[in-house]
Nanobody, 121 residues
Framework: VQLQASGGGLVQTGGSLRLSCAASGSIFSINGMGWSRQAPGKPREMVATIFGDGTVNYADSVKGRFTISRDNAKNTVYLQMNSLKPEDTAVYYC????????????????WGQGTLVTVSS
């Protein structure tokens, strides 16, 4: 299973970016898909997660500004980031939670490579 993230870049404060992450490979099902981020010198933190039943979780710091969505047919998750702040600067990582590669097989979590988001003041 591979997760390919894209959409990072440099944006000014108040701007917007949209991240995408597509999962590919031998996949039977994916329960949750989401994003975490890691700023320099800080631990990785969850940003947003969306589960198969539609449940969505957001970090308090991004509520009202970020929106996570998912295209199940494409195994792709998106993160629309609006009203960006310098403190949003980080490497953003996508994650697939509870991935099954066959109907009764074991479940795994997979991480994608990061994509850098830089918000200038």
């Amino acid at each position: 299973v591979q997760l390919q993230a894209s959409g990072g870049g440099l944006v000014q404060t108040g701007g917007s970016l949209r991240l995408s992450c597509a999962a590919s490979g031998s996949i039977f099902s994916i329960n949750g898909m989401g994003w975490s981020r890691q700023a320099p010198g800080k631990p990785r933190e969850m940003v947003a997660t969306i589960f198969g039943d539609g449940t969505v979780n957001y970090a308090d710091s991004v509520k009202g500004r970020f929106t996570i969505s998912r295209d199940n047919a494409k195994n792709t998750v998106y993160l629309q980031m609006n009203s960006l702040k310098p403190e949003d600067t980080a490497v953003y990582y996508c994650k697939a939670h509870n991935v099954r590669q066959e109907p009764l097989g074991p479940i795994y979590d997979w991480w994608g490579q990061g994509t850098l988001v830089t918000v200038s003041s």
